[in-house]
């Protein structure tokens, strides 16, 4: 839309005369709006100024720059927080929401992502009970990556994860917690199933 148009919406808007709009701006007669608002006349920019505070609106609004950044901004994406994860249920199935998140749209873009929030404190100082950690689905991982697991059908835990040639260990941040190794064998006996990798940690306060 054009600055004229936009000026004419805006004035239309607010109910106003182009005689009234004219006087505002100190102009002789209306003609010289309504040329404007045909696009017959160019606005001199400094008096944009003056007509976006006679028309109480933006300069951003009458140049039609505030649609334009709304469109180049990607929007953020809400993604639900869950409350727990169980052994075999897929992740989409889950219906534990307790929270939710926004993510922003790079982010978004690595898909699957999900968020799970944080029980315990075998992971402390660096993540704490009642933390959020935002996930990117994914069965496996790299040594030293922290991880969200599931061992022998039970709830889902985070730890650090340390690839060996004939098993992983998942290790906790507090030193209260001993480490858990698995063979190969039982990775896949128990199993042990790695669902997603941490990629980011949203503390609570």
């Known amino acids: 839309m054009a600055i004229g148009e936009r000026i004419k919406s805006r004035r239309e808007e607010l109910g106003?005369?182009?005689?009234?709009?004219?006087?505002?701006?100190?102009?002789?007669?209306?003609?010289?709006?309504?040329?404007i608002e045909l696009g017959v006349n160019d606005i001199a920019q400094k008096r944009i100024v003056d007509f976006a505070k006679a028309l109480n609106t933006s300069i951003e609004y009458l140049l039609d720059m505030d649609k334009k950044d709304s469109e180049e901004k990607p929007q953020p994406v809400r993604i639900p927080v869950l409350g727990r994860i169980a052994a075999g249920i897929p992740l989409e199935?889950?219906?534990?929401?307790v929270d939710w998140e926004e993510i922003d749209a790079e982010t978004a873009k690595l898909e699957p992502i999900f968020a799970l929030k944080i029980k315990g404190n075998s992971m402390e100082p660096r993540i704490v009970d009642g933390d959020v950690v935002i996930l990117h689905k994914q069965e496996d991982a790299e040594s030293g990556d922290i991880v969200i697991a599931t061992v022998n059908g039970d709830e889902a835990t985070c730890k650090r994860l340390r690839k060996y040639k004939d098993g992983i260990e998942l290790i906790p941040n507090n030193p209260a917690y001993a480490p858990?190794?698995?063979?190969?064998?039982?990775?896949?006996?128990k199993p042990v199933r790695i669902l997603g990798k941490v990629i980011e940690l949203r503390g609570k306060f």
């Open 16 to 35: 106003l005369t182009q005689q009234q709009l004219a006087d505002r701006l100190g102009y002789k007669s209306k003609s010289a709006i309504n040329k």
């Open 93 to 97: 199935m889950i219906e534990d929401v």
């Open 180 to 189: 858990m190794f698995f063979t190969n064998q039982e990775i896949l006996s």
